[in-house]
Protein backbone atom coordinates (compact mmCIF):
# COMPACT_ATOMS: atom_id res chain seq x y z
CA UNK A 1 0.00 0.00 0.00
CA UNK A 2 1.18 3.25 -0.96
CA UNK A 3 0.79 5.92 2.37
CA UNK A 4 -2.26 8.19 2.14
CA UNK A 5 -1.31 11.90 1.39
CA UNK A 6 -3.48 14.15 -0.39
CA UNK A 7 -1.13 15.85 -2.24
CA UNK A 8 -1.10 12.01 -4.02
CA UNK A 9 -3.12 11.81 -6.87
CA UNK A 10 -5.70 9.39 -6.15
CA UNK A 11 -5.55 8.15 -9.75
CA UNK A 12 -2.60 7.95 -11.81
CA UNK A 13 -2.61 6.15 -14.97
CA UNK A 14 1.09 6.17 -16.57
CA UNK A 15 1.30 4.27 -20.39
CA UNK A 16 -1.76 2.01 -19.88
CA UNK A 17 -1.99 -0.65 -22.98
CA UNK A 18 -4.39 -3.50 -22.97
CA UNK A 19 -3.95 -6.29 -25.53
CA UNK A 20 -6.94 -8.44 -26.36
CA UNK A 21 -5.06 -11.33 -27.61
CA UNK A 22 -2.98 -9.30 -30.51
CA UNK A 23 -5.70 -6.84 -30.34
CA UNK A 24 -4.35 -3.37 -28.92
CA UNK A 25 -7.71 -2.02 -27.35
CA UNK A 26 -5.58 0.97 -24.95
CA UNK A 27 -2.53 2.39 -26.40
CA UNK A 28 0.09 4.16 -23.80
CA UNK A 29 -2.95 5.93 -21.85
CA UNK A 30 -1.67 8.45 -19.47
CA UNK A 31 -3.58 11.26 -16.79
CA UNK A 32 -3.71 11.45 -13.57
CA UNK A 33 -6.79 12.64 -10.86
CA UNK A 34 -6.65 13.85 -7.74
CA UNK A 35 -9.38 14.51 -4.70
CA UNK A 36 -12.54 16.54 -5.78
CA UNK A 37 -11.85 16.18 -9.14
CA UNK A 38 -14.74 14.75 -11.97
CA UNK A 39 -13.63 13.60 -15.19
CA UNK A 40 -15.87 13.15 -17.92
CA UNK A 41 -14.89 9.98 -19.86
CA UNK A 42 -15.98 10.07 -24.14
CA UNK A 43 -15.07 9.17 -26.99
CA UNK A 44 -16.58 7.03 -30.02
CA UNK A 45 -17.36 3.28 -29.60
CA UNK A 46 -14.80 1.25 -29.88
CA UNK A 47 -12.52 3.64 -28.45
CA UNK A 48 -11.34 1.92 -24.96
CA UNK A 49 -13.30 3.76 -22.34
CA UNK A 50 -14.60 0.42 -21.03
CA UNK A 51 -11.42 -1.19 -21.23
CA UNK A 52 -9.61 1.68 -19.33
CA UNK A 53 -12.12 2.06 -16.72
CA UNK A 54 -11.81 -2.02 -15.93
CA UNK A 55 -8.05 -1.95 -16.03
CA UNK A 56 -8.40 1.10 -13.27
CA UNK A 57 -11.05 -1.31 -11.24
CA UNK A 58 -8.99 -4.35 -11.70
CA UNK A 59 -11.40 -6.43 -13.06
CA UNK A 60 -9.37 -7.09 -15.95
CA UNK A 61 -5.36 -6.88 -16.07
CA UNK A 62 -3.52 -3.93 -17.95
CA UNK A 63 -0.96 -5.52 -20.45
CA UNK A 64 1.66 -2.51 -19.31
CA UNK A 65 1.58 0.58 -17.48
CA UNK A 66 1.84 2.09 -14.16
CA UNK A 67 -1.74 2.20 -12.88
CA UNK A 68 -2.86 3.88 -8.67
CA UNK A 69 -5.76 3.86 -7.69
CA UNK A 70 -7.14 5.35 -4.30
CA UNK A 71 -3.47 4.50 -2.75
CA UNK A 72 -3.79 1.14 -4.07
CA UNK A 73 -1.32 -0.66 -7.02
CA UNK A 74 -3.35 -1.95 -9.62
CA UNK A 75 -1.08 -4.86 -11.28
CA UNK A 76 0.17 -5.21 -15.02
CA UNK A 77 1.19 -8.20 -15.66
CA UNK A 78 1.73 -10.08 -12.11
CA UNK A 79 -0.59 -10.11 -9.10
CA UNK A 80 -2.61 -7.66 -7.67
CA UNK A 81 -1.38 -7.03 -4.02
CA UNK A 82 -3.85 -4.33 -3.41
CA UNK A 83 -6.93 -6.34 -4.29
CA UNK A 84 -8.96 -6.28 -1.12
CA UNK A 85 -7.77 -2.76 -0.08
CA UNK A 86 -8.79 -1.31 -4.15
CA UNK A 87 -11.90 -3.17 -3.48
CA UNK A 88 -12.79 -1.00 -0.63
CA UNK A 89 -11.68 1.92 -1.45
CA UNK A 90 -13.35 1.63 -5.32
CA UNK A 91 -16.98 1.27 -6.94
CA UNK A 92 -16.99 0.71 -10.34
CA UNK A 93 -20.73 0.90 -11.55
CA UNK A 94 -20.70 -0.77 -15.11
CA UNK A 95 -23.29 0.04 -17.76
CA UNK A 96 -25.63 -2.81 -17.78
CA UNK A 97 -24.83 -3.73 -13.82
CA UNK A 98 -24.73 -7.36 -12.59
CA UNK A 99 -27.49 -7.66 -9.74
CA UNK A 100 -28.41 -11.18 -7.56
CA UNK A 101 -30.87 -12.69 -9.53
CA UNK A 102 -32.67 -14.14 -6.01
CA UNK A 103 -32.16 -10.89 -3.86
CA UNK A 104 -34.52 -8.11 -3.53
CA UNK A 105 -33.83 -4.04 -3.64
CA UNK A 106 -33.28 -4.22 0.06
CA UNK A 107 -31.71 -7.27 0.22
CA UNK A 108 -28.64 -6.26 -1.98
CA UNK A 109 -28.19 -3.21 0.35
CA UNK A 110 -28.42 -4.71 3.26
CA UNK A 111 -25.66 -7.36 1.92
CA UNK A 112 -23.38 -4.65 0.48
CA UNK A 113 -23.47 -3.05 4.08
CA UNK A 114 -22.45 -6.10 6.06
CA UNK A 115 -20.06 -6.92 3.29
CA UNK A 116 -18.28 -3.70 3.51
CA UNK A 117 -19.25 -3.58 7.81
CA UNK A 118 -20.69 0.37 6.91
CA UNK A 119 -21.67 1.42 10.01
CA UNK A 120 -25.64 2.45 9.89
CA UNK A 121 -26.22 0.95 6.76
CA UNK A 122 -29.92 0.20 7.09
CA UNK A 123 -30.29 4.60 7.75
CA UNK A 124 -28.10 5.10 4.94
CA UNK A 125 -30.08 2.62 2.59
CA UNK A 126 -33.59 3.55 3.24
CA UNK A 127 -31.43 7.08 2.80
CA UNK A 128 -30.51 6.32 -0.82
CA UNK A 129 -33.62 4.25 -1.68
CA UNK A 130 -35.56 7.59 -0.60
CA UNK A 131 -33.03 9.79 -3.07
CA UNK A 132 -33.37 7.43 -6.07
CA UNK A 133 -36.97 6.94 -6.28
CA UNK A 134 -36.61 2.91 -4.96
CA UNK A 135 -38.24 2.92 -2.02
CA UNK A 136 -41.20 1.24 -3.39
CA UNK A 137 -39.76 -1.26 -5.30
CA UNK A 138 -37.51 -1.79 -1.98
CA UNK A 139 -39.17 -5.74 -1.73
CA UNK A 140 -38.80 -6.30 -5.28
CA UNK A 141 -36.68 -8.93 -6.71
CA UNK A 142 -34.00 -7.57 -9.24
CA UNK A 143 -35.25 -9.33 -12.04
CA UNK A 144 -38.19 -7.41 -12.16
CA UNK A 145 -36.66 -4.08 -12.00
CA UNK A 146 -36.85 -1.74 -14.59
CA UNK A 147 -33.61 -0.80 -16.83
CA UNK A 148 -33.08 2.42 -15.18
CA UNK A 149 -34.00 0.75 -11.64
CA UNK A 150 -30.96 -1.70 -12.13
CA UNK A 151 -28.78 0.84 -12.83
CA UNK A 152 -29.65 3.31 -9.55
CA UNK A 153 -29.60 0.16 -7.57
CA UNK A 154 -26.14 -0.32 -8.84
CA UNK A 155 -25.48 3.47 -8.01
CA UNK A 156 -26.98 3.31 -4.27
CA UNK A 157 -24.74 0.35 -3.62
CA UNK A 158 -21.99 1.51 -4.70
CA UNK A 159 -23.01 4.70 -2.52
CA UNK A 160 -23.59 2.76 0.70
CA UNK A 161 -19.59 2.24 1.65
CA UNK A 162 -18.28 5.31 0.24
CA UNK A 163 -15.89 5.08 -1.62
CA UNK A 164 -12.94 6.95 -2.72
CA UNK A 165 -13.22 6.29 -6.03
CA UNK A 166 -16.21 6.15 -8.60
CA UNK A 167 -16.36 4.62 -11.83
CA UNK A 168 -19.26 5.20 -13.66
CA UNK A 169 -19.51 3.23 -17.01
CA UNK A 170 -22.26 5.22 -19.10
CA UNK A 171 -24.39 5.88 -15.94
CA UNK A 172 -27.25 7.82 -17.52
CA UNK A 173 -28.19 4.97 -19.66
CA UNK A 174 -32.06 4.14 -18.94
CA UNK A 175 -32.35 6.56 -16.21
CA UNK A 176 -35.47 9.23 -16.80
CA UNK A 177 -34.63 12.85 -16.63
CA UNK A 178 -35.58 13.32 -12.99
CA UNK A 179 -33.19 10.37 -12.04
CA UNK A 180 -30.46 11.77 -14.25
CA UNK A 181 -30.64 15.03 -12.38
CA UNK A 182 -30.62 13.50 -9.27
CA UNK A 183 -27.26 11.11 -9.61
CA UNK A 184 -25.25 14.20 -11.35
CA UNK A 185 -26.39 16.20 -8.02
CA UNK A 186 -25.08 13.28 -6.35
CA UNK A 187 -21.69 12.99 -8.22
CA UNK A 188 -21.11 16.23 -7.49
CA UNK A 189 -21.94 15.81 -3.55
CA UNK A 190 -19.72 12.95 -3.75
CA UNK A 191 -17.02 15.12 -5.19
CA UNK A 192 -17.19 17.87 -2.72
CA UNK A 193 -17.19 14.84 -0.06
CA UNK A 194 -13.74 14.08 -0.97
CA UNK A 195 -14.23 11.58 -3.74
CA UNK A 196 -12.69 11.44 -7.14
CA UNK A 197 -15.06 10.23 -9.99
CA UNK A 198 -14.99 9.36 -13.75
CA UNK A 199 -18.10 9.14 -15.66
CA UNK A 200 -18.24 7.82 -18.94
CA UNK A 201 -20.85 8.62 -21.72
CA UNK A 202 -21.97 9.31 -24.86
CA UNK A 203 -23.74 12.39 -24.05
CA UNK A 204 -21.30 14.88 -23.26
CA UNK A 205 -24.04 17.78 -22.86
CA UNK A 206 -25.64 15.70 -20.10
CA UNK A 207 -22.89 15.21 -17.80
CA UNK A 208 -20.78 18.43 -18.97
CA UNK A 209 -22.03 20.80 -15.75
CA UNK A 210 -20.06 18.16 -13.26
CA UNK A 211 -17.25 17.74 -15.12
CA UNK A 212 -14.22 19.58 -13.85
CA UNK A 213 -12.01 17.31 -16.24
CA UNK A 214 -12.29 15.84 -19.83
CA UNK A 215 -10.56 12.81 -20.91
CA UNK A 216 -11.38 12.10 -24.75
CA UNK A 217 -9.86 8.63 -26.09
CA UNK A 218 -9.89 7.60 -29.98
CA UNK A 219 -8.51 4.20 -30.70
CA UNK A 220 -7.37 3.55 -27.90
CA UNK A 221 -5.21 6.36 -27.12
CA UNK A 222 -5.57 10.05 -25.40
CA UNK A 223 -6.88 12.71 -28.22
CA UNK A 224 -7.11 15.03 -24.78
CA UNK A 225 -6.32 14.84 -21.36
CA UNK A 226 -7.37 17.98 -19.27
CA UNK A 227 -9.31 20.67 -16.87
CA UNK A 228 -12.72 21.70 -18.97
CA UNK A 229 -11.88 25.08 -18.01
CA UNK A 230 -8.83 24.85 -19.76
CA UNK A 231 -10.79 23.81 -22.98
CA UNK A 232 -13.37 25.98 -22.83
CA UNK A 233 -10.54 28.60 -22.60
CA UNK A 234 -8.93 27.49 -26.18
CA UNK A 235 -12.43 27.90 -27.71
CA UNK A 236 -13.54 30.92 -26.40
CA UNK A 237 -16.25 31.52 -28.71
CA UNK A 238 -18.15 28.18 -27.63
CA UNK A 239 -20.77 28.26 -25.31
CA UNK A 240 -20.92 24.52 -23.62
CA UNK A 241 -18.04 22.43 -23.16
CA UNK A 242 -19.51 20.14 -25.86
CA UNK A 243 -19.23 22.60 -28.10
CA UNK A 244 -15.61 23.40 -27.34
CA UNK A 245 -15.09 19.20 -27.88
CA UNK A 246 -16.64 19.69 -31.03
CA UNK A 247 -14.54 22.88 -32.31
CA UNK A 248 -11.49 20.61 -30.75
CA UNK A 249 -12.14 17.92 -32.99
CA UNK A 250 -12.75 19.85 -35.94
CA UNK A 251 -9.53 21.25 -36.01
CA UNK A 252 -6.09 19.03 -35.87
CA UNK A 253 -5.76 17.78 -32.23
CA UNK A 254 -2.73 17.00 -30.88
CA UNK A 255 -1.49 15.74 -27.19
CA UNK A 256 1.41 17.51 -25.70
CA UNK A 257 3.57 16.46 -23.03
CA UNK A 258 5.10 18.70 -20.77
CA UNK A 259 8.97 18.74 -20.10
CA UNK A 260 9.62 16.26 -17.27
CA UNK A 261 5.97 14.48 -17.68
CA UNK A 262 4.52 12.05 -19.52
CA UNK A 263 1.33 13.65 -18.35
CA UNK A 264 -0.43 15.17 -21.70
CA UNK A 265 -1.92 18.15 -21.72
CA UNK A 266 -3.70 19.90 -24.90
CA UNK A 267 -2.72 21.69 -27.98
CA UNK A 268 -4.31 22.20 -31.38
CA UNK A 269 -2.86 23.01 -34.54
CA UNK A 270 -4.68 25.82 -36.00
N1 LIG B 1 -12.98 -9.04 -24.30
C1 LIG B 1 -12.57 -8.50 -25.44
N2 LIG B 1 -11.90 -9.20 -26.37
C2 LIG B 1 -11.48 -8.65 -27.53
N3 LIG B 1 -11.66 -7.36 -27.86
C3 LIG B 1 -12.32 -6.60 -26.98
C4 LIG B 1 -12.80 -7.10 -25.72
N4 LIG B 1 -13.42 -6.09 -25.06
C5 LIG B 1 -13.32 -5.02 -25.84
N5 LIG B 1 -12.66 -5.30 -26.98
C6 LIG B 1 -12.34 -4.38 -28.08
O1 LIG B 1 -11.58 -3.33 -27.54
C7 LIG B 1 -11.96 -2.09 -28.14
C8 LIG B 1 -12.34 -1.12 -27.04
O2 LIG B 1 -13.56 -1.57 -26.45
P1 LIG B 1 -14.22 -0.79 -25.24
O3 LIG B 1 -15.40 -1.59 -24.80
O4 LIG B 1 -13.18 -0.48 -24.24
O5 LIG B 1 -14.68 0.56 -25.97
P2 LIG B 1 -15.63 1.73 -25.45
O6 LIG B 1 -14.95 3.00 -25.74
O7 LIG B 1 -16.06 1.48 -24.06
O8 LIG B 1 -16.85 1.56 -26.47
P3 LIG B 1 -18.43 1.89 -26.30
O9 LIG B 1 -18.57 3.38 -26.34
O10 LIG B 1 -19.02 1.23 -27.52
O11 LIG B 1 -18.90 1.26 -25.03
C9 LIG B 1 -13.08 -2.40 -29.12
O12 LIG B 1 -12.51 -2.52 -30.42
C10 LIG B 1 -13.60 -3.74 -28.65
O13 LIG B 1 -14.12 -4.50 -29.73
Given at each position: MIPANDTVPTIEVQSLRKLYDDYLAVDGVSFSLSKGQICGLVGPNGAGKTTTMRCLAGLIRATDGVLTVAGCRVASGGANADAIELKRRLAYVPDDPPLFDDLSVQQHLDFIGRLYRVDD????????????????????????????????????????????????????????????????????????AGATVI????????????????????????????????????????????????????????????????????????
Open positions: HAAKSDELLNRFDLTKKRHAGATTLSRGMRQKLAIACAYLYDPDVLLLDEPLTGLDPPGIRVLLASIRERAMISSHLLAMIEDVCTHLLVMQDGQVDYFGAASDLRANFPETKSLEAAYFAMTERSPIVTFPSGSDMPTFGVVS
